[in-house]
């Protein structure tokens, strides 16, 4: 029998963690997916709709290994990234206003335009300060402590949960874009084999916000896989 018709993978029979049995569904996220990481796939195994076991893997446009270094992002690029991952995170959270916040400074910054970027990024902080929603849609999301970063190899800027995150990668674009010229971009990047250990035991919809609130930037290049 073809477990797969039309490429649509049927649900197959697992153990939960009470020893019954659940149908289990193996569910792809990316390389192509709104607000998601480009180039990050994470293949999830679900039961229900928590994530019992992850598989992630990264993959270029092309789906072949890119050779060679790549260029070297210019600050207002770099920047302009970051305000993406922020705005991939707010609008997974439903926060509309400070998505366009993150949006319009995005978009000024890439047309140069600092001033705009500034004022964008500061309607963005005090929009997050203020927000109930925010708070009630990421608080206890993915609380990381200071031993997990250590065992995940994962930034400092990673402790918390996801708001915490949130609120931290607003306080970076503030510096970034607020100060005299643009800060040098960051380099403490969180790694993608990470992730699937990160997901596992939440439910898919927090997944998402987790992978949204850890800052991951797009992804260039084939590497391999990671498993949870």
């Known amino acids: 029998m073809d477990m797969a018709p039309a490429g649509i993978a049927l649900a197959q ?22 607000f998601w990481p480009a180039g990050l796939v994470l293949l999830c ?14 993959v270029d446009a092309s ?10 992002a210019h600050p207002a690029s770099a920047t302009a990234l970051r305000c993406d991952g ?12 400070a998505t366009t916040c993150a949006r319009h400074a995005r978009d000024a910054l890439l047309r140069g335009d600092q001033p705009a970027a500034r004022e964008a990024i500061e309607a963005l902080h005090r929009t997050v300060r203020k927000s109930w ?29 996801a708001h915490d995150r949130l609120s931290s990668m607003v306080e970076g674009l503030r510096a970034e874009i607020g100060g005299a010229g643009l800060a040098p971009a960051v380099t403490d990047a969180v790694p993608w084999e ?18 949204a609130s850890l800052g991951l930037e797009p992804f260039a290049a084939t590497q391999g896989v990671g498993h949870a």
């Open 86 to 97: 922020v705005m991939a995170l707010l609008a997974i959270a439903g926060a509309g206003h």
């Open 194 to 211: 990470a992730v699937p250990q990160l997901v596992v035991g939440l439910e898919l919809a927090t997944a998402r916000l987790a992978v």
């Open 133 to 161: 929603l925010l708070r009630w849609s990421l608080r206890g999301v993915l609380p990381l402590d200071q031993s997990d970063l250590a065992r995940h190899d994962l930034p400092k800027g990673c402790r918390g949960d």
């Open 13 to 34: 029979g697992g153990q939960d963690r009470d020893g019954l049995e659940m149908d289990v569904l193996h569910l792809p996220l990316g390389p192509v997916l709104p």
């Open 63 to 72: 789906g072949q290994t890119s050779g060679g270094s790549e260029p070297e």
């Open 45 to 58: 195994s679900l039961q229900g709709d928590v994530v019992v076991d992850a598989e992630a893997s990264i």
